[in-house]
């Protein structure tokens, strides 16, 4: 079984306000993904931040998990969905400010999930979701900081990795990179 994993929990310092709940094309701008995981009809989780209004969210069958210590970065959320995936074949990341990424990316990486990490890439640079076996578990739990899994994914020579559009990269940072589209 495979876990689609939102993770949700990051402080929205450069976009100025909590960006996850601000309107995209008609919804909060997480919903967009939390509809294209829950779409899977695999039992996801969302890993979220105490800050975040959570009435705002509509998280359908989404496990919620709350990550109290944003302070340590992205690698906290990280291992608060891999313990939740533990005995699980892998987890199928993605991430609460990518909306952009619909039903058929995450389709395809679910479809080529297996022994290797899976994810899509545009004009050579990596995208989301990204797919990771449960062989390396143990090794994610020790990533620290805000970095992520970067450092796992480079070092790694069992990767599948897919060309596709822009839509696999596109996140939001800034209001700029949404402005106009509420």
Not at 50 to 73: A, H, P, Q, Y
Not at 124 to 133: L, R, S, T
Not at 171 to 178: E, Q, T, Y
Request: aromatic residues 10%.
């Amino acid at each position: 079984m495979i876990v689609p994993v939102i993770l949700a929990a990051g402080k929205s310092k450069r976009f100025g306000s909590q960006k996850l709940i601000y309107p995209y094309k008609g919804k909060p701008l997480l919903q967009w993904t939390i509809d294209t995981v829950s779409a899977l009809k695999a039992k996801g989780i969302v890993v979220i931040s105490e800050n975040v209004d959570l009435s705002l969210i509509n998280f359908k069958t989404l496990k919620v998990l709350i990550n109290k210590r944003v302070d340590l970065g992205l690698s906290e959320s990280v291992k608060i969905a891999l313990l939740e995936a533990k005995g699980k074949d892998g987890i199928m990341i993605f991430l609460g400010d990518m909306p952009k990424i619909g039903l058929n990316l995450a389709e395809k990486v679910f479809e080529m999930a297996g022994e290797k990490i899976v994810f899509p890439i545009y004009n050579g640079v990596k995208g989301f979701p990204v797919y990771i076996p449960s062989k390396y578990f143990d090794e994610a739990m020790k990533i620290e900081g805000d970095k992520g899994l970067r450092d796992l994914l480079i070092s790694k020579s069992d990767i599948m990795t897919f060309e596709w559009g822009e839509e696999c990269i596109f996140d939001v940072d800034f209001l700029k990179d949404i402005e106009g589209t509420c």
